[in-house]
Nanobody, 132 residues
Framework: RVRLVESGGGSVQPGGSLRLSCAGS????????MMWFRQVPGKEREGVAA?????????ANSVQGRFTITKGNANNTLYLYLQMNSLEPEDTATYYC????????????????????????WGQGTQVTVSA
């Protein structure tokens, strides 16, 4: 499986922007579903955005219109990005990147943000803090 490493987190004021990146090394072949989900201590995890092998994207209602997920691959590495605009204090969380080969995921689910828990491979997370 690919090894996922997130970066790009930080602190920003409300209304600001951040761009998260995720690098998935060890990629050889095949089509993947990739997602971002987030977690606040003491709260349930939340699927944020998903992008399927064909580039189709799905977003949680809470981030629709503010966040954009994109992907790419080069040199045996999968790349996943999350452009976050108009950030709100409620977006404060640890953000995780997840990836799953579609041939495995499609046996138990679909590439929707709400189904993030069906992905079994994710990174260590990157912290995003939105405060004045």
């Amino acid at each position: 499986r690919v090894r996922l490493v997130e970066s790009g987190g930080g602190s920003v004021q409300p209304g600001g922007s951040l761009r998260l990146s995720c690098a998935g090394s060890g990629y050889t072949s095949g089509s993947y579903c990739m997602m971002w989900f987030r977690q606040v201590p003491g709260k349930e995890r939340e699927g944020v955005a998903a992008i399927d092998f064909d580039g189709s994207a799905d977003y949680a209602n809470s981030v629709q219109g503010r966040f954009t997920i994109t992907k790419g691959n080069a040199n045996n590495t999968l790349y996943l990005y999350l452009q976050m605009n108009s950030l709100e204090p409620e977006d404060t969380a640890t953000y995780y990147c997840a990836a799953e080969p579609i041939l495995e995921l499609y046996t138990r689910g679909y590439c929707y943000a709400s189904e993030f828990a069906k992905l079994t491979n994710w990174g260590q997370g990157t912290q995003v803090t939105v405060s004045a």
